[in-house]
């Protein structure tokens, strides 16, 4: 069995397939019989393996109150590994590919006071059902701030002229020029009980990180799919893990990731973004103290579990469930 089959592993149908700006696709799963699908809430995502058989994870961007379909949003990335080339090159209608249920590691915290949303580009995916859910609740307090390039390449922009989103949302094109970005400090210089989440490119969210940072920790919350791979540090050393099921014992290098060494050594681990933002890499954690670096694990987690992508080892050895 593939690494991408051992978490997608539910056939669903394409059943539409639109354009819905430059480079994006949007398509409509549903399960072949029609039936429901697995609930999820807004802020949840799906693991699906591409044409070309890789294991992708795309936001769930439609209404969760919709149980007979998902719906996905995909930018073709020219310079990524192909999946994203493979989805919007080659999926159509009538077309079947597997996914997993739906995951949510960006939650929408119920009954905030107010909401702030900042989106870039595909970014905007989590946030459209964020908005739908608070929009079919009846919810006013909320606004969204959507920076995209031009109109061309702004999503779902149906959605944000329709009249339950007049005042709510407002769309910025920067042109690609520094000097033309949104300005963000009027913004988020007050937190004022308010909840933020912010989804988009690397260069946004950094500059959300970094303005938002007296803000209260529990109240600011990020989606990041395409962070960066993160290097090794220089007090990085080198240590050893055990595999308990089969015995076999490996040295980790300073340069490399966990997941590298186990890879290198046929030990087949499913993954996904290998920035610790996923957990698809997880495996089980049976002895040992881990220098635990992703975005995934809760604290009572992190006792028996490692994020391989990124995670390394306070002791000289970890042994894993594996």
């Not at 210089?189 to 308010?194: A, L, S």
């Not at 540090?233 to 060494?261: E, I, N, W």
């Not at 087949?268 to 881990?290: D, M, W, Y």
């Not at 220098?291 to 604290?299: A, Q």
Request: with cysteine.
């Amino acid at each position: 069995m593939s690494e991408a089959k051992q978490i997608a592993n539910m056939p669903l149908l394409v059943t539409a397939a639109n354009k819905i700006a430059n480079d994006t696709m949007s398509f409509q799963l549903q399960r072949p019989d029609g039936g429901e699908l697995p609930i999820f809430l807004a802020g949840s995502h799906i693991f699906v393996e591409t044409p070309n058989e890789l294991l992708r994870q795309y936001s769930l961007c439609n209404a969760p109150t919709e149980r007979n379909r998902y719906v996905i949003a995909v930018k073709r990335d020219a310079a990524g590994r192909g999946g994203s080339k493979s989805m919007v090159d080659t999926l159509k209608v009538g077309d079947t590919i597997l996914a997993s249920e739906p995951r949510n590691a960006f939650p929408l915290v119920p009954d905030a006071a107010r909401y702030l949303f900042i989106a870039g580009g595909i970014g905007i995916t989590p946030i459209r059902s964020m908005l739908l859910a608070l929009s079919a609740a009846g919810s006013k307090s909320f606004k969204l701030y959507y920076c995209t390039r031009s109109l061309q390449e702004t999503s779902f922009m149906e959605d944000w002229e329709k009249p339950e989103f007049k005042g709510k949302v407002v769309i910025h094109h920067d042109e690609g020029k520094p000097d033309r970005r949104l300005d963000l400090w009027p913004m988020l210089e007050k937190p004022d009980r308010t909840h933020l989440y912010c989804c988009g490119p690397s260069p946004l969210m950094q500059a959300v990180r970094d303005m938002a940072g007296h803000w209260p920790s529990s109240s600011v919350h990020f989606e990041d799919f395409c962070a960066l791979k993160p290097k090794p540090r220089p007090d990085d050393q080198a240590f050893t893990v055990r595999l308990a099921k089969s015995g076999m014992k490996l040295t980790v290098p300073a340069k490399d990731t966990l997941l590298q060494t186990l890879r290198n050594a046929g030990v087949h681990i499913a993954s996904s973004c290998e920035s610790g933002s996923c957990g698809s890499c997880q495996v089980g954690l049976l002895e040992g103290e881990a220098d635990h670096r992703d975005f995934v694990l809760s604290e009572s987690e992190q006792h028996d579990r490692i994020i391989s992508c990124v995670s390394r080892a306070c002791s000289p050895e970890l042994v894993l469930d594996i």
